[in-house]
């Protein structure tokens, strides 16, 4: 995977939030934790590189790319210690358990206040990488998020992919997580053992947790997740979107990767169509297709009309890259492999027409056919994004 060199920091507030954990300048810091039986495979440096490296993809130029530079989080890496106690596969969702045990190694090491953006004496962010690994493939928040007095979020990694597949840090599965731990957003990938995927791989909350193209390295699942959908983006205070109220030519998307750009059209019933240009910069780079991506709220809109990301094949297991399965395809964007220039939403009476993709921007014109209902919406104020419970017992 190529490197995406360019990292983003715009004029964002130093001060953490707790109502919002991920916006503002904050801080984190990263503790390597050894155990005694199970020697470590990746060096302090790769997890650095892979956590706050401004050249690479890392989890940094994640968010960066991902809020706009709304959200910077920074920081270090301690280097491995090694506990006195064996791996304890029964204790491998308990993070709480496994951060306790990693702060009585490094505690003598750590200046809380050089963690602390927001002065409230914790750390912001207290991350625990650790050789162990979970016999099992089905892993949830539970297994991640755990409670340390000294610290505001504590979060607990394998150094070595999700359960037992994958070799890379699963920054993916964490950002999905805590989608669902810190915003409450919901799964977005729906029965993906009998071929409905949902909204696929176009967003973290699907099974954009796991990558960006089937064809992934199965070594590197969760490694190079997904942009977030943009509804989740706006909803997170990383996206200002221009609302579209009325008919307009010659709207322009810039890459959202590089812009942030989303265009709103209210539909007048409550939802939303959002609007994005997913481009081949950065995280999106490995996409199968680029282009003006639409969705109605959290659905994605096929630009082929097939939604055949829903429509695979019963396979009665998890289909994790690679396979032949289609997460998401060329031919979903638009215009896409098939040259789809209009999107017409009967029942919002919305046209989306004469839609341009160059490298640098997605021009279109937006037609409100239905009288009626411009009024309704020139006179709507705000969008409000529909309240989903997730459920504890589901698990990516």
Same mark, same amino acid.
């Given at each position: 995977m190529k490197i995406f060199l360019v990292f983003l920091v715009l004029s964002i507030s130093t001060t953490a939030t707790a109502t919002n954990p991920w916006l503002g300048q904050q801080k984190a810091i990263v503790l390597l934790l050894e155990w005694s039986d199970k020697a470590k495979v990746t060096s302090q440096q790769d997890v650095d590189s892979t956590f706050f490296d401004e050249s690479n993809l890392s989890l940094r130029q994640y968010f960066a790319? *991902? %809020?706009?530079g709304k959200f910077d989080l920074n920081g270090s890496v301690l280097d491995w210690k090694r506990a006195d106690l064996a791996w304890n596969v029964d204790q491998g969702c *308990?993070?709480?358990? &496994?951060?306790k045990e990693a702060w009585k190694l490094f505690s003598s090491d750590i200046n809380i206040a050089d963690y602390d953006s927001n002065l409230d004496g914790k750390i912001d962010h207290l991350f625990v990488v650790h050789s162990g690994r979970i016999p099992h493939d089905r892993v949830g928040p539970s297994c991640m998020f755990g409670s340390l007095a000294q610290a505001e979020h504590t979060i607990v990694f394998q150094s070595e992919g999700v359960g037992y597949i994958g070799s890379a840090i699963p920054i993916g599965f964490y950002v999905h997580e805590a989608g669902h731990d810190y915003y409450n957003f919901p799964d977005l990938y729906d029965d993906h053992y009998h071929g409905k995927y949902g909204i696929a791989m176009w967003g973290a909350m699907g099974l954009g947790a796991w990558g960006v193209t089937n064809t992934l390295d199965r070594n590197d699942l969760f490694r190079y997740p997904s942009h977030f959908e943009p509804m989740s983006k706006i909803k997170m205070g990383w996206a200002t979107p221009l609302v579209v109220k009325q008919s307009q030519t010659s709207l322009k998307l810039r890459p959202v990767e590089? %812009? !942030?750009?989303?265009?709103v &059209?209210?539909? !007048?019933d409550g939802s939303n169509l959002y609007l994005e240009y997913r481009s081949k910069y950065g995280f999106s780079e490995n996409h199968r297709g680029h282009g003006l991506l639409i969705w109605k709220d959290y659905d994605i809109i096929q630009a082929d009309g097939r939604d055949d990301i829903n429509n695979g094949t019963s396979l009665g297991y998890r289909p994790l890259p690679p396979i032949l399965e289609n997460f998401g395809d060329e031919s979903d964007p638009f215009p896409g492999s098939l040259n789809i220039t209009q999107y017409v939403d009967e029942d919002a009476g919305v046209r989306i027409e004469n839609i341009v993709q160059t490298e640098d921007s997605i021009v279109l014109d937006v037609v409100v056919t239905n009288s009626h209902l411009e009024l309704n919406l020139l006179n709507s104020k705000k969008i409000i994004a529909p309240k989903r419970l997730y459920s504890n017992t589901e698990h990516l």
């Open positions: 790319e *991902n %809020s706009q *308990n993070p709480t358990f &496994i951060a590089t %812009s !942030g750009d989303i265009i &059209i209210p539909r !007048g």
